[in-house]
Every structure is written in C-alpha cells, then in structure tokens.
C-alpha cells in the first residue's frame, strides 16, 4: 500500500521527458502505457531527463523520490527546472 503522504498516480512511476545519449528508441515500448525503469534493466536508453512542473518542483524532496528509482537504474538523472523558479 503506498504511503498516506502519495496519490494512486504516485504508484506510476514519474516518466522522463527523454534520454540523454539514448543508445535505444526514442519512445521504448510499453504495454503498460507508460515507461518502468524495469522495462529497461540495462538501462540502454541512455540518462532519463526530467522536467518537472512549478507544482511538481515545489516539494523537490518528493519529486526526488519518485524519481529515485530511474537514478537507482542509471545511477544518475537530469533534473531541469522549471523556467519559473
């Protein structure tokens, strides 16, 4: 059960904009409908890049959270702020 602090949408992990260096296709493919660091075990798709919104990057710690499991893959992720912060 996710934790009170998380919505359902939070059990989708949160999608990167795009790859950085991407070695595989632009949009992998899914059944699901959305992208799961497990689809990709040897992370070929290159460095997931995330463009998170102003509401988003308001509570950076969470963003971070949820975006832990794509850094936990590829052992690093780009984060580009919004341009009003």
Do not use: C, N
């Not at 689809?39 to 975006?67: L, N, Q, W």
């Amino acid at each position: 059960m996710a934790s009170p602090r998380f919505s359902t949408l939070d059990t989708i992990p949160v999608q990167p904009d795009h790859f950085y260096g991407q070695a595989g296709p632009s949009t992998p493919a899914s059944e699901k409908g959305y992208l799961d660091p497990q689809d990709d075990p040897s992370t070929t798709h290159g460095i997931p890049v995330f463009k998170p919104s102003m509401e988003e990057f308001a509570d950076f710690e969470r963003y971070m959270e949820r975006v832990e499991v794509w850094g936990s893959r590829s052992g690093i992720v780009k984060i580009v702020p919004p341009r009003e912060w």
